[in-house]
C-alpha cells in the first residue's frame, strides 16, 4: 500500500512540473525533427525510464530464479510486501 501510495504521490508532482511546462519545445533525433509541448516530453520520459526499469528488474528476477537463488513463489502465497 505503501508503494502505491508513494507512486500516486511521483505521478501527481510529475503531472504538476508538466502542467507549469507546457511550452513547445524543438525536438531532434538524427534527421528526424518536431515541435512537441514540453508536458509531453516529460511525461515520455518518465514512461520510458519506467519501462526500462521494469524489464531491467524482470531480467534479474528472472536470472535469480534460473540460478535458483530465489525459489518459486506459490499460487496460495501472498507476494511479498503485502500483509
Not at 6 to 34: D, E, H, M, R
Amino acid at each position: 500500500m505503501a508503494y502505491l501510495a508513494l507512486g500516486l504521490l511521483f505521478a501527481l508532482l510529475v503531472a504538476i512540473f508538466a502542467v507549469q511546462n507546457a511550452a513547445a519545445v524543438k525536438i531532434t533525433f538524427l534527421l528526424w525533427s518536431a515541435q512537441v509541448p514540453l508536458a509531453l516530453v516529460i511525461v515520455g520520459s518518465v514512461v520510458v525510464g519506467a519501462a526500462v526499469m521494469a524489464l531491467l528488474s524482470l531480467a534479474r528476477e528472472y536470472r535469480l530464479r534460473r540460478r535458483g537463488t530465489i525459489p518459486p513463489r506459490s499460487p496460495q502465497e501472498p507476494p511479498p510486501g503485502d500483509g
